[in-house]
């Protein structure tokens, strides 16, 4: 599975951007795909996710501002992000998990893309 991500950028607060993240490979085996961040100094931190059957989870401070959402025709994981904040300045790494045929698990990542907030 191949995961690259696109859509990051520079934007004011409360300003929106939509992240995508094109997936390629073994499709079919993605148990679930979701997006992280990762502010300087502080861990990587689940953002949102979304199973296979569309069930969607999101952390706290982003709930109600963020919304995870895949397109299966296109091959495409999205992040819409509205409302931002200072405090969402971060990269943010797309991620699939999923289980290959023989049982064999995977977590794959993106390259991560750089999404910068100005207060």
């Known amino acids: 599975v191949q995961l690259v991500e696109s859509g990051g950028g520079l934007v004011q607060a409360g300003g929106s951007l939509r992240l995508s993240c094109a997936v390629s490979g073994s499709i079919d085996t993605i148990n679930g795909m979701a997006w992280y961040r990762q502010a300087p100094g502080k861990q990587r931190e689940l953002v949102a996710r979304?199973?296979?059957?569309?069930?969607?989870n999101y952390a706290d401070s982003v709930k109600g501002r963020f919304i995870i959402s895949r397109d299966n025709t296109k091959n495409t994981l999205y992040l819409q992000m509205n409302n931002l904040e200072f405090e969402d300045t971060a990269v943010y790494y797309c991620n699939a998990d999923g289980t290959y045929l023989g049982g064999i698990t995977y977590d794959y990542w993106g390259q991560g893309t750089q999404v910068t907030v100005s207060s």
């Open positions: 979304i199973t296979s059957g569309s069930k969607t």
